[in-house]
């Protein structure tokens, strides 16, 4: 019976999330087509994706990217810091702040950190920065052990026509399409980046992406065959 288990849980497909949000006016923005396809696109990798749509507050995508294999997340952004629900954040480090729930607080006393991570997308305006108060992403993703990551060091903005993002969210869309044709994330990143140009004749930001991560080649990590990261 425990041989059988053991069988089971390694077979299972790697966990994934993929988080779409709805902000109305002013600061208008819609991530969850580009949610769903990036969802879609997993589960077509062998992934085991749950999608979220539903605005989360920020100690959601905090509590389960620990989990993931992969790690998708579209909201608005700045230095250290992406938009949760009623107001919550979801942070790189610790803060005062008690409607902040950082990566620091929730993994530092954990043996695993974030090694279970292949591959995080972390989607926002400014993700890529440093910031006074809640540090940065790049740095903590790449301490705790995340094999590979996206951030952005400037503003992304979508480009809606005939309601299709064709600005960041069609980047995203095709990022994870050609990952999903076993492209690295180097060689994704910049045809996704290309696409947008070609589609719209300008990048919605997106050339303000930058990867890093725990892996000696970041750029050069791909999602197929479907897999935890390089330390699980």
Partial sequence: MLLCLRVLTASAAPASHSFGYYWPSPNYLDTRQAANNVAAGLNGMGYSTTLDNNSAYAWTPRDVIGQDAVFFIFTHGAPGLLQGNGNTLFTAYESSNNYAYSIQYKYK??????????????????????????GDFPSILTNYGVDSHITFRGTIFQMWINNEDKGAGYYFNNLFWYLSQNYDVYQSDMYARRDVYNAIGEYAGTNNS???GANAYPTGVKLIPAGYGSYY
Avoid: E
């Avoid at 292949?118 to 890529?128: H, I, K, L, Q, Y």
């Fill in 109 to 134: 006393n954990t043996s695993n950190k974030l090694r279970y991570v292949r591959f995080a997308v972390m989607g926002g305006c400014d993700t890529g920065f440093w910031g006074s108060t809640y």
């Fill in 210 to 212: 930058s990867i890093g």
